[in-house]
């Protein structure tokens, strides 16, 4: 069972520069083949396999006046960039062909400057040392290890997010773990209120950080309507508003990790509704209620960690009368 582990770096100014151009010449490379396959298919041609791609924007590039500057960046990313938009390409035929389960997946798309940044470093671009992490043509990252990495890591991506945090996240594979059964079970009802309504009587409450920010959040985007494009004042505002965003997220996932965590190591058997978040969501009184909670977040991580430690995850017709059994069974 693989699994990402992340933690936060701090690199140096200078790191940050060679980041920087890391960042960009992967966004291009992935830019230029993405173009490419574009016009490809529009002149009814078939998708050019990753190998062709990689000596055609990467190799022979590196040749030309105007990309000589992508000979910079680490080779290993520039691939990795490359194979990913084949994956992202696989994965929308399957999805077209019906071979792949789940939503349809769309196109790929360009990266743009402003959002978040990531560059993907496999076996022999990367190496871990006790208190830093070396990157080819970067150095020696500072890292802060939250929790122990159970094993060798297989892949490694440097991410920079829209507020400036810089972040590792490793690819790891693990065995998963079974806990002992103590053949408790739970049913969980998913509402705006209360989070979570167990069916032992528990109520959990939700931190509801957006609602918490939102004077705040407004105030900042107001702020920065008014500063000039392309300023640097407006730069400067840009990065409160995404540090605010970034703290509200940081806040919902902390307390979905912890309740899900709780949940699991409690009970053997876990039943979940089926809800139909996406289309709660279009509901204009309700949709920013309802994604400040982050039902569908919380469904994915009791997935993963009853996968992991050998749970009984159960999830019902979004049709059942959940609501209703519970209020009865709870007076």
Partial sequence: MKLRYRYRIYPLDSQKIALAKLFGCVRVVWNDALSFCKESHQQGEKYKGGVELQKQFITQAKQLENRQWLGEASAIALQQSINDLGQAYQNLFNSCNGKRQGKKVKPPKFKKRKSQQSARFTRGGFKVHPNKVYLAKIGKLKIVWSRPIPS???????IKDSADRYFLSFVVEISPVKLPDNGKSVGIDLGIIDFATLSNGEKV???????????????????LSRKQKGSRRREKARKRLA????KIKDIRTDFLHKLSTKIIRENQTIVLEDLNTSGMIKNCKLSRAISDLGWRSFRTMLEAKATMYGRDLRV????EPTSQKCVRFVG
Avoid: E, F, Q, Y
Avoid at 205 to 223: G, M, Q, T, V, W
């Fill in 205 to 223: 409450k939700a931190p509801k950080p957006l609602k918490k920010k939102l004077k705040r959040l407004r105030k900042l985007n107001r702020n």
């Fill in 243 to 246: 540090c605010l965003h970034g």
């Fill in 152 to 158: 060798i890591p297989s892949s490694v991506t440097v």
């Fill in 316 to 319: 019902i017709d979004r049709w």
